[in-house]
């Protein structure tokens, strides 16, 4: 089993959290959400919020923080090989109730089918809300131009 090992990321004026599937590899290696360079989640938000790219860490919960935003995964802990998604079994959910509790969260966006399948299987009763599924930033997303994703993506804001 790997484990999550990414705190959530929220303050108190988030009103919309973004929920992904797992960390991968190279996020949890970095010990943060997206560290995958090829993902395009950061260039997705600086394109939404018209920021510069954030580079850092703290320049990333600047950028999360400052719109109102809150960061987690659906996945607590769970089986996988590597970063596939498609490999992932055996999947304890995060509390994200537990979030919602502690936030101004309205909102709920899933990045990707995937965390939009576990969310809907773990998470949507809990917490008695939809979640609106957002064209997955992950580089396997190949289909999904950044300007196509970053029009989608608009809605968050």
């Given amino acids: 089993m790997v484990l999550h090992n990414i705190p959530p990321l929220y ?19 970095a010990e943060f959400f997206y560290g995958h360079p090829q993902n395009r ?34 996945i607590a802990e769970c089986e996988i ?10 999947v304890k959910p995060n509390d994200i109730a537990g979030i919602i509790e502690k936030t101004a969260v309205s909102r709920i966006f899933v990045n990707g089918k995937t965390a939009e399948k576990y969310y809907i299987r773990y998470i949507e009763k809990t917490v008695e809300q939809k979640a609106i599924c957002l064209p997955s930033t992950s580089p396997a997303n190949a289909a999904w131009s950044l300007d196509r994703l970053i029009n989608a993506w608009q809605i968050i804001k």
């Fill in 11 to 29: 303050g108190e004026k988030s009103e919309t959290l973004i929920l992904g599937s797992f960390p991968s590899v190279k996020s949890r290696e």
């Fill in 41 to 74: 989640f950061w260039r997705v938000l600086a394109g939404v919020f018209s920021a510069p790219v954030p580079e850092t860490v703290a320049q990333k919960k600047k950028l999360v923080l400052e719109n109102g935003l809150a960061l987690w995964d659906v």
């Fill in 81 to 90: 090989t590597g970063s596939a998604d498609t490999s992932i079994k055996n």
